[in-house]
């Protein structure tokens, strides 16, 4: 009996039937196809008014991921092409922030690039927390696993690739805002575990020139160094067999972001101790019910469970070889998508502190439905489980 038959008996004994965990992989396709720019960019959310008229590069990224496992290469590639051509505009920006940078000049953090443009590839006018170098990486990495799984040839996207390069290469070690737009004093571990993947991609996957691609070979090692010296932390047990990654450098909490430093970015292999630990700390800390919140002191709407975070958490549980509790996580999942087949960011089933869900909708409105990035997670941990049968 194949692993896939029995992760689908094991779905239809939660409730999840197969006709409607079809439905949720084509509708979830469909919303992001369906919403997609003419010139390729993703929206984070066609309807949320924080989020339309935006692009980032990281949702975009896992986006482009979930698209590229459902078959989609059209649509993937349409994205990168419009990455490519944002980031090629920013060539000189980005060899100035490097020359004042070399220079010693302390640069404020609105000159640098932003983590958000808008469609037409411009930063935009509403004020933003913008400086966030995670997009960068992430972005790489995409492209590397993009063209690896389809035979695309990266090549013709090499101009913004450099670009984003060079200014990861340049900041990677700076204080910025990590995914979720704050506390940008920090240095963010799930920043540099997206960083590390980058310039992972970059050293194995011939994406640039040789000189670039040596020098990620150096900073790709600089980084997973960084990381384990500097955020592994010894957690409640204070003991070193307790040891797992900190939310940023510092720290004595978790992030579900962190797991990203597992699956998919390989900062940490997955059957190491400090990987487990890690895993074990975000459940421990941040799931319930299987899902998953950002972080303990989340207030945003409340805090509460986000689809993504608990698809990437089970991408974690499904790559370590535990289907069962990925599959569980899967069933949670489904069960918060609209009748239709709409998946939110987050839902307030379970918040941190559900006394500040209203100040947040009284600023922006409900919670952003549809999420794209949650659609994206849900066609990649489907996948993960075997369960793409039908592909684009």
């Given at each position: 009996?194949?692993?896939?038959?029995?992760?689908?008996?094991?779905?239809?004994?939660?409730?999840?039937?197969?006709?409607?965990?079809?439905?949720?992989?084509?509708h979830?396709?469909e919303?992001?196809?369906?919403?997609?720019?003419?010139?390729g960019?993703?929206p984070?959310s066609?309807?949320?008014s924080?989020?339309?008229?935006?692009?980032?590069?990281?949702?975009?990224?896992?986006i482009?991921?979930?698209?590229?496992?459902?078959?989609?290469?059209?649509?993937?590639?349409?994205?990168?092409d419009?990455?490519?051509?944002?980031?090629?505009?920013?060539?000189e920006?980005?060899?100035?922030?490097?020359?004042?940078?070399?220079?010693?000049?302390?640069?404020?953090?609105?000159?640098?690039?932003?983590?958000r443009?808008?469609?037409?590839g411009a930063?935009g006018?509403?004020?933003?927390?913008?400086f966030?170098?995670?997009?960068?990486g992430?972005?790489?990495?995409?492209v590397?696993?993009h063209?690896s799984?389809?035979?695309?040839?990266?090549?013709?996207?090499?101009?913004?690739?450099?670009?984003?390069?060079?200014?990861?290469?340049e900041f990677?070690?700076m204080n910025?805002?990590?995914?979720?737009e704050e506390h940008?004093?920090?240095?963010?571990t799930?920043?540099?575990?997206a960083?590390?993947a980058?310039?992972?991609?970059?050293?194995?996957?011939?994406?640039l020139d040789?000189?670039?691609?040596?020098?990620?070979?150096g900073?790709?090692?600089?980084?997973?160094?960084?990381?384990?010296?500097?955020?592994?932390?010894?957690?409640?047990?204070?003991?070193?067999?307790?040891?797992?990654l900190?939310?940023?450098i510092?720290?004595?909490?978790?992030?579900?972001?962190?797991?990203?430093c597992?699956?998919?970015?390989?900062?940490?292999?997955?059957?190491?101790?400090l990987?487990?630990n890690?895993?074990?700390?975000?459940e421990?800390?941040?799931?319930v019910?299987?899902?998953?919140?950002?972080?303990r002191?989340?207030?945003f709407?409340?805090?509460?469970?986000w689809?993504l975070?608990?698809?990437l958490?089970?991408?974690?549980?499904?790559?370590?070889?535990?289907?069962?509790s990925?599959?569980?996580?899967?069933?949670?999942?489904?069960?918060?998508?609209?009748?239709?087949?709409?998946?939110?960011?987050q839902?307030?089933t379970?918040?941190n502190?559900?006394?500040?869900?209203?100040?947040w909708?009284?600023k922006?409105?409900?919670?952003?439905?549809?999420?794209?990035?949650?659609?994206?997670?849900?066609l990649t941990?489907?996948?993960?489980?075997?369960l793409?049968?039908?592909?684009?």
């Open positions: 009996m194949s692993s896939t038959f029995h992760v689908r008996d094991h779905l239809r004994a939660r409730g999840l039937t197969d006709e409607r965990l079809e439905f949720l992989i084509q979830s396709a919303v992001i196809r369906g919403f997609q720019e003419p010139n960019a993703y984070a066609p309807t949320f924080a989020y339309k008229g935006y692009s980032w590069l990281r949702d975009g990224s896992f482009a991921e979930g698209m590229s496992r459902f078959g989609d290469v059209d649509s993937v590639n349409g994205f990168h419009w990455v490519n051509t944002t980031l090629s505009a920013r060539r920006q980005v060899d100035a922030l490097v020359v004042r940078h070399q220079a010693g000049e302390d640069i404020p953090l609105a000159d640098m690039l932003p983590t443009f808008t469609f037409d930063d006018s509403d004020p933003w927390w913008d966030q170098t995670d997009g960068y992430m972005w790489l990495w995409q590397g696993e063209a799984r389809h035979r695309v040839d990266p090549a013709q996207w090499e101009a913004g690739m450099a670009v984003a390069f060079d200014f990861a290469a990677w070690n910025c805002y990590d995914w979720w940008s004093e920090a240095v963010h799930s920043t540099l575990g960083l590390f980058g310039f992972t991609a970059v050293s194995r996957g011939n994406l040789d000189e670039r691609t040596s020098r990620a070979v900073l790709a090692t600089q980084v997973r160094e960084f990381i384990l010296a500097k955020a592994v932390i010894s957690g409640r047990a204070k003991d070193a067999s307790a040891q797992h900190s939310k940023w510092g720290a004595d909490t978790v992030d579900a972001s962190l797991a990203a597992v699956v998919p970015f390989g900062v940490l292999g997955v059957d190491s101790v990987a487990a890690t895993i074990n700390a975000v421990r800390d941040l799931s019910y299987g899902g998953v919140h950002r972080f002191a989340d207030v709407f409340g805090g509460g469970q689809l975070l608990s698809c958490v089970a991408w974690n549980k499904a790559a370590s070889g535990d289907l069962e990925a599959a569980d996580y899967l069933v949670w999942v489904a069960s918060q998508a609209l009748e239709n087949g709409d998946m939110p960011e839902v307030n379970h918040m502190y559900p006394e500040h869900e209203e100040e909708i009284q922006w409105g409900p919670a952003a439905t549809p999420l794209l990035w949650s659609h994206g997670m849900f941990l489907a996948d993960s489980l075997g793409l049968e039908t592909k684009a």
